[in-house]
């Protein structure tokens, strides 16, 4: 940590911030200079939050030098880690080496749509489907998800189909049932600083897959996989699907980069969702490659039989010709960026 | 709701979206341009959604025209509101006649530290105490409130100065238990999009302080309020407290012209955080002045006994002669603009 | 300037760092931490620029310090400043103990709109009139002003009124014609960045208008002025009007927070533009009011005698009873702030 | 054109639209909704916009429908064009079936360290040699660029090595100069809305490299491509170098989704700048392979012999290691997504 001392602080002022860091058992080191004095902390960085440097009389800015995430972070873990979903005997791995393509419809509507999807999925190169039961919608009138019912058919279409399922959970209360059902819980972007439900989660014993706030940082989001972290879950996954900004063609911005800047920082996989980010099918495939290109674990794409009967986000849904593309790119390109595709490492398994 | 048809949209596909809407009861009225042909609907917007016109062939483009919310919206109650807190015995006003100024500590952390705040707000002028007994943090390593012993002291701060307390709700779990003590339970920045929690807190029969999110924009904002009036409970008050932005000097970006924005559209009434907004405790007052100038209902500010020892946010708390000038301000401007500050009311009365 | 280590940085690294520095007689203070180590840099900060020092093997990041601008700073120049505007008969105040009212239309159409419009102004209590005869417009296909005509046009109702007239220079070719008519030169939001033109307009011995780029952090701002001065021109007035966030209810976000945050860093004087930021005619009076209550030094406004045929941003021209309204609250609102406005002043004098 | 009316507009506000949008040989067809009348107009759209329909008694708001610009359109011009770069003996084409490594020196410094990072660049793969000589700098402090000096040095060093040149021109007087030098004259991210610097440009007879308006949508780029093309040049290649958003980790953040978008709507070639959208050299690897995924037509990379030296952007400067997995990857990616490396096809012709 770095405090500095706005240019008129007086000694005493100075002397003041070297005694509370003292206090608490660090070491400050002043350097004096034209105009600013700044002040560098050694000790253990936890204890200075407690001491409200900023808030002491001449200290104009305190810089955080190191990470606050510790669990989450390569610094003491550098090597990544690959999250394994699904029963022992279908595991499905997220993580370095391979390329995982996961798929599914927006919203469990029925059993026949579910089925359906499924297939298309499987057909397209998908390992792991993904179908909302619950779901948390802005307007209070929209569909909100079939609920536990959701959750049976998904557990249906996993023994029919042999893929694992991933399924969003929106609420604390709602964890152990969800998780009594899914092979991988989901928290979605409105709930990226649900703080409650992130330590429910964590402690659900299933995979995590982690959407960053679409108005997160990616600091934020790392602590956030903390949180899961801290309740004794490293199981995570994490999943960039677009921040908010000014630009209105797109429903969000892909961050394209929070890809690499996160696989710097972090040990945790982390995929791409190009449905959500650009809320547009003509997107889906191109950000999809652009998402194998820069290097992540996976994507994971809204498909419904029928987008025009869907109850939730049909627009940005793939079919026919999109999905047949995404699907060709899914089989190729991983290997031209030294990549295995996820069902590619099962065959050889 | 319009329908904008791409410009190559053939008669057929035209017609298609003409006969959906006919299924639904609606009646569409047809413009062809030399460009673009776009089609007006008419009938129940509600119907309207299940149709996934976004998703039709030829269709580029679909507006809603009118607003996502109702039970909050000025079209149908066009009278702003007033919404009372506290018992019958010491109800205060938050509304379009007076100015409401409501002071109190971050957290509460002892009860010696949070009498004395209290003191300081009344003192300056405040007629309601905040304070957060759960805190949600950012990082699990912080701080996180007192929890229920932190309601007892606040209930035990009400006895002894006569102000009504707002503190904050993070969890659906413990909605029961804050309402028990609480005269008003307030909706933090983070859980803007918890659905759950807020129809939990709609039910809970007490006034709501709805935060903005920081990334919310007005209309998800006052969607988020539907949800709770959903609930049964129209007694929302909603809360401006900055959105984030790409300028770091501040901690988020006050947007002031959502008072009037808002003010425009919903009945609800509105005040403003200038201290989370700003995070920063010399800007407090200015951005109070501006609250008040822009014609807000109130506002809410951090004060502390002693900054230095805050175990949370001490850098935006006020003290001193910060708090006379503000004590200042809200005595006279509100009048010049032709408000009564709350107390003043009560005095009247 | 302080300089961050790489967590895994060698004592070789860090002594290059320090060899650097002394190189360009800087002096380095090494801190080592437990993780990192911090080295802080005291000597000529322009020296340490050419440095490159975020290149260097082992450098994780490094912190600026000290503020960028010079000139602008209130570091060396404590006092904020006062400009005058127009020919020493009738020059008008923008500065700490005034609050300035500027106001006329958009763009100057003809001869009688103009001079309406100057009336309208003057009536409601605008001692300088604005006015665009060269108009940066993002579509070529948009009204581009009238040029030198509207200068004329501008200096013969200037000449009516007695109002010093401030108009927008769009391109550095044009400095010297506009230099020649007006009394202080504008420099719009699409070129705040445009270094040429701000050197340019800082030769020309008038009073500059400098608003903010509608992207540009309150610094990039201040380093925009600080080209202007350098070219020898300290009579700077800065013009907040709003940047660009992801709300869409209003054109842009009024970041009202930056009048304070300007004032305490910078000497110069700083005014509002209502009609701009919001552009939305019902939000001017309410964005003015939010201005004067923040401690604005003045603010401008859009007026046009008849909207509905204006060539330029109409919707958000002011008449009637808003106007009306606008002028009482600045006769008044100003005084309650403990400001006069420039209007008493000359009256005063 | 759709004009919305409020909700509670008169039948003879309703008319006067009517008969305003007639007025200038326009037709207008009225739907009446339960809440709201919405009307849809047929004409020539320019003729509206100087209706000014949205300062109209009862109008709520005016929706445009169709695309803004014209010459740079697909809706007139379907097939995607391509840009040739270069004197008849060298041209490097830019477009659709090829992908385009454009490298070099963020600033020209000497000749020596020119000449070194064009056989750089150029041993990479790299087809085009990009180089600054007038920089534009946030601060009046910073290197400003050797300028006509610096455009000889590029000269001289496209004689030795074939490759031709793309330098910035920041100031519209400097136009004819560049133009006289270089093969192909960008306009950078600060100028994105400096028209007259865009009009001037567009009359030069050189192919254009436009980057993005760091905060500019993707329409109003595709406005300042209009007005390059107004002025009678369609060779116009867009660059995308990252938007302004609250992230910050990187500079700033690339929007990856502007290239399938801009293909969607405009015919111009476009490709990526991942130095100056990252600003960390780290990321420059990665973010070009996310480039050539998502289809672009090429990149734009920093490379300098020595960025510990560099006068100008040194942290994001590619040297060996990573060069050398660039060139790798343009060498191999673009085949694998159906494109041609440039070099390949002058090889082939």
Known sequence: MVVVMAPGATDAEIAHVVARVASVGGNASVSKGIER???????????????????????????????????????????????????ASHQVPIGPETFTF????????????????????????????????????????????????????????????????????????DVAVVAEFADMLQIGTRNAANFGLLQKVGEAGKPVLLKRGMTATIEEWLMAAEYIAQSGNLDIVLCERGIRTFEPSTRNTLDISAIPVVQATSHLPIIVDPSHAGGRKDLVVPLSKAAIGVGADGVIVDVHPNPEEALCDGPQALLGNDLRELAQAVRRLPAAVGRVDARERERRA
């Open 37 to 87: 004095t700044i002040i560098g902390l050694v000790g253990d960085i936890d204890s200075f939050h407690g001491l409200n440097l900023r808030a002491l009389a001449g200290v104009a800015d305190v810089h955080r030098i190191s990470d606050p995430y510790k669990l989450v972070s390569r610094q003491h873990h550098a090597e990544r880690s690959t999250v394994w979903v699904g029963p």
């Open 102 to 173: 996961i798929a599914g419809p927006c919203a469990v509507e029925t059993a026949e749509q579910t089925i359906e999807a499924a297939r298309m999925a499987q057909g397209a190169g998908a390992t792991i489907l993904r179908g909302g039961a619950f779901k948390p919608r802005t307007s209070p009138y929209a569909f909100q998800g079939l609920g536990v019912k959701g959750l049976e058919i998904l557990a249906d279409v996993r023994e029919a189909t042999g893929m694992p399922i991933v399924t969003e959970v929106v609420d604390a209360r």
